[in-house]
């Protein structure tokens, strides 16, 4: 029987990409994206430039912090109206090739490649991946990285291989070549925690964490994690492609540059994303009834959480104490990779 076939594909550095593509007087200076763009106040940093990172700028630290760090830098604010205008475009060329298309923020997506029963989806999706690919650089004037393999998994280790600009691809007979030298910490969801006690117990590489019995790791890292590891040692990921998006509905999903663990960072994300939907909540002159909730962990686990209003409304304020609520409500035993917000149940 025909397996399946999974794209990943990831825009090259997006925030930083958008900037200069705006502005190409930036290209090889020092900048940074965040918050309103004034590191005497508040805020967090959302993307760096190369040139500031190597100045030890990084992701998810206070503005006046890679002020300190990088005093020649320049700092913008996030213009997340230009950044959502590039998403939209990104996300309509991927919809043109299937109908499973599982966003992980602006500039990150699984494609999931459909094919007539009993017949191969792979060669499809090496075409299909090619053609993104080259309207995404034609379309939009930005680069993506792209991976090609019988799952989630693969098929975003792959994208990660051959990053930027990079395309790369493995038929699920060439799994376990491709995982077996692999150190450990290259596994998606392997943090470097875990990574660290893996090698403690004397496990460095993928084919090591194989051949590994299940119930060794379920008595290290509980039956959930210990479960995980084996399975994508092993290559294993039956997540399907679930779209986040649905046709009477507002939403907005953030990818964090960095696995964020600072709850205040999740809050203050989520905050803007409450903001931004219900902003385009009021000028489509709705009101929403329900709201979603949805958190990705690093090790690509994802939940989602819905509450009701007790009548539609388009106020903020309401909005936000029930998005807060279902926050609360959350378990964060590991660093989260993607949070985002869905309005729903419009009237």
């Given at each position: 029987m025909p397996g399946r076939a999974v794209i990943h594909i990831e825009l090259d550095s997006f925030f930083v990409s958008v900037e200069m593509k705006m502005r190409p007087e930036l290209k090889g200076t020092a900048f940074v994206i965040g918050a309103d763009g004034d590191p005497a106040k508040r805020g967090f940093v959302s993307a760096v430039s190369p040139e500031a990172k190597r100045?030890?700028?990084k992701v998810g630290m206070t503005l006046r912090q890679a002020k300190?760090?990088?005093?020649?830098?320049?700092?913008?604010?996030?213009?997340?109206?230009?950044y959502e205008q590039a998403s939209g475009k990104f996300m309509a060329i991927l919809g043109d090739y299937s109908p499973l298309v599982?966003?992980?923020?602006?500039?990150?997506?699984?494609?999931?490649?459909?094919?007539?029963?009993?017949?191969?989806?792979?060669?499809?999706?090496?075409?299909?991946?090619?053609?993104?690919?080259s309207r995404v650089k034609r379309e939009l004037g930005l680069t993506a990285s792209v991976g090609v393999g019988p799952n989630k998994l693969?098929?975003?280790?792959?994208?990660?291989?051959?990053?930027?600009?990079?395309?790369?691809a493995i038929e699920e007979t060439e799994v376990e070549k491709f995982?077996?030298?692999?150190?450990?910490?290259?596994l998606c969801g392997v943090g470097a925690r875990t990574a660290q006690r893996l090698g403690e117990l004397g496990i460095k590489t993928v084919a090591e964490l194989a051949r590994t019995p299940v119930s060794h790791l379920e008595r290290n890292?509980?039956?959930?994690?210990?479960?995980?590891l084996n399975e994508h040692s092993r290559g294993i990921d039956e997540s399907p492609v679930v779209p986040f998006?649905?046709?009477?509905?507002?939403?907005r999903e953030v990818t964090f540059d960095e696995d964020a663990a600072d709850p205040y960072i999740l809050k203050e994300t989520l905050y803007a994303l409450t903001e931004d939907v219900t902003a385009r909540l009021k000028a489509s002159?709705?009101?929403?009834?329900?709201?979603?909730?949805?958190?990705?962990?690093?090790?690509?686990?994802?939940?989602?959480?819905?509450?009701?209003?007790?009548?539609?409304?388009?106020?903020?304020?309401?909005?936000?104490?029930?998005?807060?609520?279902?926050?609360?409500?959350?378990?964060?035993?590991?660093?989260?990779?993607?949070?985002?917000?869905?309005?729903?149940?419009?009237?």
């Open positions: 100045k030890g700028v300190k760090l990088c005093a020649e830098a320049l700092f913008y604010p996030a213009d997340l109206l230009s599982e966003s992980f923020g602006l500039d990150e997506a699984f494609v999931e490649v459909l094919s007539d029963k009993g017949k191969d989806p792979f060669p499809a999706a090496l075409s299909i991946s090619n053609e993104m690919k693969i098929a975003k280790m792959c994208s990660e291989a051959k990053r930027p600009d990079g395309f790369f995982l077996r030298d692999l150190p450990v910490g290259s890292f509980g039956p959930i994690i210990g479960r995980g998006s649905e046709p009477d509905s507002l939403w002159w709705d009101k929403a009834l329900t709201v979603t909730i949805k958190v990705r962990f690093n090790n690509f686990m994802t939940l989602t959480r819905s509450g009701s209003m007790q009548e539609a409304t388009d106020s903020m304020n309401d909005i936000w104490r029930t998005t807060l609520k279902l926050l609360e409500g959350v378990d964060l035993p590991r660093p989260v990779r993607l949070v985002g917000v869905k309005l729903s149940g419009l009237v």
